[in-house]
T-cell receptor
Framework: AQSVAQPEDQVNVAEGNPLTVKCTYSVSGNPYLFWYVQYPNRGLQFLLKYITGDNLVKGSYGFEAEFNKSQTSFHLKKPSALVSDSALYFCAVRALSSGSARQLTFGSGTQLTVLP | SQTIHQWPATLVQPVGSPLSLECTVEGTSNPNLYWYRQAAGRGLQLLFYSVGIGQISSEVPQNLSASRPQDRQFILSSKKLLLSDSGFYLC?????????FGPGTRLTVL
């Protein structure tokens, strides 16, 4: 079975400061890892993914995430937060070897609030 | 490019009434399709997924059902809504390794 943990329900950061949203995962074999963002009353938008290769992945809107296999983590980061980054963020995982259509397992979400 | 549509965007229904939510995908063929429910603006619960016409897998037993009458159409239904069915319903499809989500339907059961 695969699982994702987002240990923080809420993250607050001042505008212009760096931000980190944490994610750890559990999966059999190598993982595919994803970050999605959700604005109020909207569907989820894809931010970035890790499949293979460089552990530092760059995505949309200046976000990046670092894959750490030994710590089974995939934390989302941004060097300088904007008020418009305030949203709900979801981490997701699936096993590389998974042939099931069930695919992604999502974390419970982290509400990011960037304070002006 | 591929797009995914959901309607209605919002819906208010009385307890015991029927439900039909529709999802359609454009610009792709034979997609894997998914219905999720999001309660209280938080985690996603996978309800159903489909790998093809007429093929439905249920993840959670409940009073909801799903159907896929056409390749790019996925319908979520109920014969009698419960208060606990209130939530934000998201349709998604898969392209390769990624899932893409529709705009969602906000359902309120009174």
């Amino acid at each position: 079975a695969q699982s994702v943990a987002q240990p923080e329900d809420q993250v607050n950061v001042a505008e212009g400061n760096p931000l980190t949203v944490k994610c750890t995962y559990s999966v059999s074999g190598n993982p595919y890892l994803f970050w999605y963002v959700q604005y109020p009353n909207r569907g989820l938008q894809f931010l970035l993914k890790y499949i293979t290769g460089d552990n530092l992945v760059k995505g949309s809107y200046g976000f990046e995430a670092e894959f750490n296999k030994s710590q089974t983590s995939f934390h989302l980061k941004k060097p300088s937060a904007l008020v418009s980054d305030s949203a709900l963020y979801f981490c997701a995982v699936r096993a590389l070897s998974s042939g099931s259509a069930r695919q992604l397992t999502f974390g419970s979400g982290t509400q990011l609030t960037v304070l002006p | 490019s591929q797009t995914i549509h959901q309607w209605p965007a919002t819906l208010v229904q009385p307890v015991g009434s029927p439900l039909s939510l529709e999802c359609t995908v454009e610009g792709t063929s034979n997609p894997n399709l998914y219905w999720y429910r999001q309660a209280a603006g938080r985690g996603l619960q996978l309800l159903f997924y489909s790998v093809g016409i007429g093929q439905i897998s249920s993840e959670v037993p409940q009073n909801l059902s799903a159907s896929r009458p056409q390749d790019r159409q996925f319908i979520l239904s109920s014969k009698k809504l419960l208060l606990s069915d209130s939530g934000f319903y998201l349709c998604a499809w898969t392209s390769g390794n990624e899932q893409f989500f529709g705009p969602g339907t906000r359902l309120t059961v009174l």
